[in-house]
Nanobody, 122 residues
Framework: QLQASGGGLVQAGGSLRLSCAQS????????LNWFRQAPGKEREFVAA????????KYADSARGRFTISRDNAKNTVYLQMNNLKREDTAVYYC?????????????????WGKGTQVTVSS
């Protein structure tokens, strides 16, 4: 099971840190991903981190503002979001995959958590 938290309402330029805790499976077996879905839009990739945290991937929209990290001892992945913009408003989802490399494709995700709402106001 995956449980995301940390969403909320923040002003543009502000920061939020999302967390996603995993239970029921050895955490270090999976790549961990964040996706988001804005109203009326398709779900899109945001960031990914490899099993031991040695490699990360970011969408162009997130690079330089968001940082993904993981704590395998706590079975938790984080998404630090800085300099938030109105266009970051979306429901954010964490997802796992056990592919040998990070693919960032929705269809390759094995498990999804319930989303957490992030709303950025101007």
């Amino acid at each position: 099971q995956l449980q995301a938290s940390g969403g909320g309402l923040v002003q543009a330029g502000g920061s939020l840190r999302l967390s996603c805790a995993q239970s029921g499976r050895p955490f270090s077996m999976d790549n961990l991903n964040w996706f988001r879905q804005a109203p009326g839009k398709e779900r899109e990739f945001v960031a990914a981190i490899s099993r031991l945290g040695g490699s990360t991937k970011y969408a162009d929209s997130a690079r330089g503002r968001f940082t993904i990290s993981r704590d395998n001892a706590k079975n938790t992945v984080y998404l630090q979001m800085n300099n938030l913009k109105r266009e970051d408003t979306a429901v954010y989802y964490c997802a796992t995959d056990n592919r040998p490399i990070m693919t960032m494709r929705i269809g390759d995700m094995d498990y999804w958590g319930k989303g957490t709402q992030v709303t950025v106001s101007s």
